[in-house]
């Protein structure tokens, strides 16, 4: 029987440390109207030049000769800043003035006289692919100004940080651009209109929730559009609730949607099961509070759970319900979303990954193929009494062509091998059983349903189970199991 417990505020001995040793700082650096100085006239010095200009940047280049890239960006002049030819090599007066150097070398000798001569005059200074020459490194840049994300790898692999911004390009909308551009023009009547803290955030975290949606920003230079939504922000004494999906475990199976709800959140109610490394996704003030429910080991009463999302609500705060897997599966969602609905809060919820279906991911096993099984049930392993549970239609799970997968079934394996084969299951029918799913600690048994309980037994796991039944564990070899290394001990089956 679970021992009951109080929810408790967590520090910082369950979560890691925030800031792990950092390669470089990364900086802003405003170049409008500042003397940049350039030597060479290469189409690697070009591709620089035309970077720096854009940042409103007057570049002086040293070169006496150009390339035909960097001469017809000369003639084409600059979005933005400028540049100057000097066609000549650069001196020490070259640097005067100068708030950043940058050079294309062509021998080591070259680079390091330039890199001293920089040095000398106090100027930061980066000689192009020469990491022993550079006080800075350039990333790679996604561009939506004035929003402008950096990605460096410290000069270590510039390829990986090319990959790194093709992929957050992806993420980014479009129209971020404007909505950035329409922020800065309201930003000062949200300053003056709206208190520091509570209200000027629940007004920019709808702001944001309409910059990432599918809306294009308003063309307007009418404020007055916004009005409403400053009168929610001031006005909004009482909080909202977001049960969120955290998925099974690995961190990287969360959605963006629930990134962003964390990222928005002043307390965060987080089950046992909740990896920190999701918690680390979270806003950094937002306070943790540890209401774990675990089946067999000390938990918090449900109720209580409900009692601190209904206060915390009413006090004006942004609650995030964190649950392990999927709320709306075998995550007691609907208790909660009525409790908040019979008190008049305003709740939502933000879907996760459920654990059959990374289980079915890690496996490389469909659950449902249509040689083998054309639908499948996810099924609780036990009731409230700590037993099978009766209104379970066990008769339909012996259907042949259904995938049955038990979740929080680990001590009821051999209960469940037991009923199903009283209800006509062949014992020799293919299972698989995974513990830890998605985590650096899983385990995997496959076997068949009449050795399901010696099998859940060796895998010898405190953790959560899962015990998936059905011909589609056929396809592969039951007499050897194929789990990656890195999940866990791969174990042989004895049928």
């Known amino acids: 029987m679970s021992t009951l417990r109080r929810p408790v505020e967590v520090g910082s001995k369950r979560r890691a440390v925030r800031v792990e040793p950092l390669a470089s700082v990364p900086l802003f650096f405003s170049l409008e109207g500042k003397r940049v100085v350039l030597a060479g006239g290469t189409d690697a010095a070009a591709w620089k ?15 006496e000769q150009l390339e035909q890239t960097f001469e017809r960006l000369l003639e084409a002049g600059s979005v933005k800043g400028g540049f100057v030819h000097h066609q000549t090599c650069w001196s020490m007066d070259s640097f005067e003035g100068a708030s950043l150097a940058i050079a294309d070398a062509r021998s080591q000798g070259e680079a390091q006289a330039f890199f001293c001569a920089a040095k000398a005059a106090g100027v930061p200074v980066n000689v192009i692919d020469n990491p022993p020459f550079c006080q800075f490194q350039f990333g790679s840049i996604v561009n939506r100004s004035p929003v402008v994300i950096g990605v460096s790898t410290n000069g270590a692999a510039p390829i990986l940080g090319q990959a790194i911004r093709r992929r957050i390009e992806t993420l980014l909308p479009g129209s971020l651009r404007n909505w950035a551009l329409l922020a800065q023009q309201i930003r000062g009547r949200v300053m003056k209109s709206l208190s520091a803290g509570a209200e000027r955030r629940r007004f920019w975290e709808r702001f944001v929730d309409l910059a990432f949606s599918s809306r294009s920003a308003p063309e307007t230079t009418d404020l007055e559009e916004f009005d409403p939504l400053l009168d929610e922000a001031s006005h909004a ?4 609730v977001t049960l969120v999906g955290a998925g099974p475990g690995d961190a990287e199976y969360l959605t963006l949607k629930a990134m962003r709800a964390l990222q928005a959140a002043d307390v965060i109610l987080f089950d046992d099961l909740v990896d920190d490394a999701v918690l680390e996704l979270a806003r950094r003030e937002a306070k943790r509070m540890l209401v774990g429910k675990r089946g067999g080991r000390e938990s918090c009463r449900q109720e209580d759970i409900n009692d601190l999302m209904v206060s915390l609500a009413r006090q004006g705060k942004n609650v995030v319900r964190l649950k392990s897997g999927d709320p709306m599966i075998f995550g007691r969602a609907g208790e909660e979303l009525q409790r908040l609905s019979d008190e008049g809060i305003p709740a939502s919820v933000v879907p996760g990954i459920t654990a059959a279906s990374a289980m079915a991911a890690e496996l490389g096993i469909s659950l449902t193929h249509r040689d083998h099984a054309q639908s499948v049930r996810f099924v609780t392993g036990h009731a409230r009494n700590g037993k099978l549970p009766e209104t379970v239609d066990w008769k339909g799970l012996t259907d042949p062509a259904t995938t049955t997968v038990f979740y929080m079934a680990g ?8 009923r199903m084969i009283a209800e006509g299951l062949s014992s020799r029918t293919p299972v698989r ?3 830890n799913v998605s ?3 899983a385990a995997s048994w496959s076997g068949y349903l009449a050795n399901l309980a010696e099998g859940v037994e060796s895998l010898q796991s405190s953790g959560p189970v899962l015990i998936a039944v059905g011909d589609v564990f056929a396809q592969t070899r039951i007499e050897q199991d194929t789990m990656p290394e890195q999940h866990g ?3 042989t089956a004895t049928a």
């Open 489 to 491: 001990k791969a174990l």
């Open 237 to 240: 004494g009482q909080g909202r």
């Open 49 to 63: 030049a035309e970077l720096l200009a854009a940042a409103g940047a007057e570049v002086h280049v040293f070169a």
């Open 439 to 441: 985590r650096h600690n």
């Open 411 to 418: 001590r009821m394996a051999g209960r469940i091998t037991a």
């Open 433 to 435: 059983v995974m513990a």
